[in-house]
């Protein structure tokens, strides 16, 4: 999956992107609290959060990403999440679970991210803890019957991620990874589900997670070995 659609990108939006999800709400922000007018096809006289000058504009049919027309003293570009960051959160408040998908909230927290949750399977979870409970993307790992769960909208100075309660180390020595690893093809070590899902969408490379940057996953790429171990990439 490629990077969100702006005002220059050929692809064309559907109903999947969270981009139109949110799109009534983005162009409302920008008319009624940025000072953007409505002419035609584009939105201009935006105040450009950069400068603070009333010269930026977008696109009605995209919205993502504002221009300010200033281009000796500023020319930024500013997308939707800076300039409107309330409408990338609050998700079970915005988003919560039909009876016609279970996993809705952490389905479109996903695609907020600008990944196709169409290839590869997680699950809507519930993080009670405490005096408080979050929804989670949670994701099944095929070593152990403990799930990982990244929450969605933690309570602040909280840590994002957890792991279903068990007996031991729920990730020593492992990786989770969205498919079979490809033995003749690099593969990229990160931290995290998210991030992992991230670089093989975003730059078609496969990828592993692991949980702690103090660990390494032998066990889970064993069928994987580096052409040369002691480079780096």
């Known amino acids: 999956m490629g990077k969100q659609p702006n005002s220059h990108s050929k692809r064309k939006l559907s109903q999947d992107t969270f981009l139109e999800l949110i799109r009534a709400d983005l162009l409302e922000h920008i008319t009624k609290e940025m000072g953007g007018r409505v002419s035609g096809d584009n939105i201009t006289e935006i105040i450009c959060p950069g ?30 999440k800076t300039f409107a960051p309330h ?19 952490a389905r479109i927290y996903l695609r907020s991210r600008e990944l196709d949750t ?13 005096s408080w409970e979050r929804a989670t993307v949670a994701f099944k790992c095929a070593w152990t019957d403990r799930r990982w769960h ?29 498919g079979e690893i490809d033995s003749s093809q690099p593969l990229w070590i990160v931290e995290g ?3 992992a899902l991230s670089i093989q969408q975003g730059a078609d490379i496969q990828a ?3 949980f702690s940057p103090a660990t390494f996953p032998p066990r889970s790429i064993k069928p994987w070995t580096p052409p040369n171990p002691l480079s780096s990439p």
């Open 150 to 178: 990244r929450l969605i909208d933690p309570p602040a100075g909280v840590g994002k991620t957890r792991w279903d309660s068990g007996d031991g180390d729920a990730y020593r020595g492992q990786a989770w990874t969205a």
């Open 87 to 105: 409408l990338w959160g609050n998700w079970s408040e915005r988003f919560p679970p039909t009876n016609e998908d279970l996993h809705r909230t």
């Open 118 to 130: 169409s290839k590869f399977a997680f699950e809507q979870g519930l993080w009670k803890e405490k």
């Open 208 to 210: 592993a997670a692991t």
């Open 193 to 195: 589900i998210l991030e």
């Open 51 to 80: 400068c603070e000058k009333p010269e930026a504009w977008t696109k009605v049919a995209d919205p993502s990403t504002i221009h300010c027309n200033r281009k000796n003293n500023c020319g930024a570009s500013t997308h939707a």
